[in-house]
């Protein structure tokens, strides 16, 4: 299984700021997933991150709100920019083992007031 | 329709009793299945994945699966307040780009 270490676990943001979340796993993959949680719901897909190119992003969300690096093998971010009160949710990174199964951080609670 | 249907419940059981937990998926072509629990504030966590046809047991869980039907389950025997929590069936999908669709979970209440 792979462990997976995101960050922050969480934080309260102003609206109209940005925060980038940050994702490390201790194993090489080729493609990361970020999900976002809203209170109450199942996880939908913003978008794949897989290294050396750009992201695929989910329908309803943009590159422009939601930009993902993807610097290496090990590591990916995910910004919220220009932040509303909406956007208030838990965002979870993931990766897939050799299954096909899902390996999730423990995930970023972010409140925006 | 939705690629992977669950009840949202809740579901409440007593202690001791058998949950079963269900869910349909849309793709005929689809191979694996993956049930994960997820705690109130807590990150989803794998527990049981099935491949074939038929049944498969790990401890108190059994996960079922009947392709012709398209629909696999989870069963929880022995039920305990441990177990409420809320439960994901899951369908990985190769189609367009690898992406795994998830059910929109089904919330376990087990009453002690």
């Known amino acids: 299984s792979a462990v997976i270490s995101q960050k922050p676990s969480r934080d309260i943001c102003q609206r109209g700021t940005s925060l980038t979340i940050q994702c490390q796993v201790d194993?090489?993959?080729?493609?990361m997933f970020w999900y976002r949680q809203q209170p109450g719901q199942s996880l939908t897909l913003i978008a794949t991150?897989?290294?050396?190119?750009?992201?695929?992003?989910e329908s309803g969300f943009v590159i422009d709100k939601f930009p993902i690096s993807r610097p290496n093998l090990t590591f990916s971010t995910l910004t919220v920019s220009n932040m509303s009160p909406e956007d208030s949710s838990i965002y979870l990174c993931?990766?897939?083992?050799?299954?096909?199964?899902?390996?999730f951080g423990q995930g970023t609670r972010l409140t925006v007031v | 329709q939705k690629e992977v249907e669950q009840n949202s419940g809740p579901l409440s059981v007593p202690e001791g009793a058998i949950a079963s937990l269900n869910c349909t998926y849309s793709?005929?072509?689809?191979?694996?299945f993956f049930w994960y629990r997820q705690y109130s504030g807590k990150s989803p966590e794998l527990i049981m994945f099935?491949?074939?046809?038929g049944d498969k047991e790990d401890g108190r869980f059994t996960a079922q699966l009947n392709k012709a039907s398209q629909y696999v389950s989870l069963l929880i025997r022995d039920s305990q307040p441990s177990d409420s929590a809320t439960y994901l069936c899951?369908?990985?999908?190769?189609?367009?780009?690898?992406?795994?669709?998830f059910g929109a979970g089904t919330r376990l209440f087990v009453k002690a």
């Open positions: 099935i491949y074939s046809n």
């Open positions: 993931s990766v897939v083992g050799s299954n096909t199964e899902a390996f």
């Open positions: 899951a369908v990985p999908r190769w189609r367009g780009g690898f992406k795994t669709i």
């Open positions: 194993s090489q993959v080729t493609m």
């Open positions: 793709d005929r072509g689809s191979q694996s």
């Open positions: 991150a897989n290294q050396g190119s750009e992201a695929t992003y």
